[in-house]
């Protein structure tokens, strides 16, 4: 059974930082490209970063280009996205999802999601 969990969310103040973690397990990450997704109340679910199964190419959108950080440890079965220099427009709830491909965009659609992980930005 292919299972994803999310993990590291909470509060947090502007210019703070988390890193959520993207457990999984019934498959590898070797075929298995992995997207970050966010959504906040009353606003479309949007695209955040991923990064492939092959050759760990990452993408990002441009909203956080510079300050999120994808990355994995294909040992751990764990993808990890590091937030750093939040603002309160990052908030929501970020998914991660799985897509057998060994390429990565998160315009794409993807197979399996997890059940997400609260990320509140505020003072």
């Known amino acids: 059974q292919l299972q994803l969990v999310e993990s590291g969310g909470g509060l947090v103040q502007p210019g703070g930082s988390l890193r959520l973690s993207c457990a999984v397990s019934?498959?590898?990450?070797?075929?298995?490209?992995i997207g970050w997704f966010r959504q906040a109340p009353g606003k479309e679910r949007e695209g955040v970063s991923c990064?492939?199964?092959?050759?760990?190419?990452?993408n990002y959108a441009d909203s956080v280009k510079g300050r999120f950080t994808i990355s994995r440890d294909n040992a751990k079965n764990t993808v990890y996205l590091q937030l750093n220099s939040l603002k309160p427009e990052d908030a929501g709830v970020y998914y991660c999802?799985?897509?057998?491909?060994?390429?990565?965009?998160?315009?794409?659609?993807?197979?399996?999601w997890g059940q997400g992980t609260q990320v509140t930005v505020s003072t």
């Open positions: 999802a799985a897509r057998l491909s060994g390429s990565c965009s998160v315009a794409t659609k993807y197979d399996y």
């Open positions: 019934g498959f590898s990450l070797d075929y298995y490209s």
């Open positions: 990064i492939s199964s092959v050759g760990g190419r990452t």
